[in-house]
């Protein structure tokens, strides 16, 4: 069956050998879905979202992620929360890595 309301995310995953990459799942008026796929090693800078909150739902792998001032690993089936303005990022993948994100309102 094919539905515009139905989605794979893994199966949209990209990746680079250059750098970690980004894809739109879905991109409403209060809502974003997107997919990030990192390369062991890869990373994405700490940064906040001004008045958005952002959540990563790791679908495969194993990554560092930093939000505000802990670091811990997250695995799949695992979700990772960042408030509002809190600052965030993936310090660093330890495995080919997908993460679903998500942010409400949208960027």
């Known amino acids: 069956m094919t539905s515009a309301y139905l989605l794979d995310p893994a199966a949209a995953g990209r ?3 250059d750098k970690a990459t980004k894809s739109d799942l879905v991109r409403g008026e209060r809502l974003f879905l ?10 994405q ?5 001004r008045g958005a909150d952002k959540f990563y739902l790791i679908l495969s792998g194993k990554a ?7 670091r811990f690993e997250a695995g ?3 979700l990772v929360w ?7 990022g993936v310090e660093s993948a330890l495995e080919r890595t997908v993460m679903m994100i998500g942010m409400a309102p949208p960027p």
Do not use: K, T, Y
């Not at 560092?64 to 802990?70: C, K, L, Q, S, T």
């Open 82 to 88: 960042a408030p509002a303005d809190v600052p965030h």
């Open 45 to 49: 800078p700490v940064h906040a979202h």
């Open 34 to 43: 997107g997919l990030n796929c990192f390369e062991p090693g890869q990373s």
């Open 64 to 70: 560092r992620m930093i939000v505000g001032a802990e």
């Open 76 to 78: 799949p089936g695992q």
């Open 15 to 17: 990746f680079s050998a």
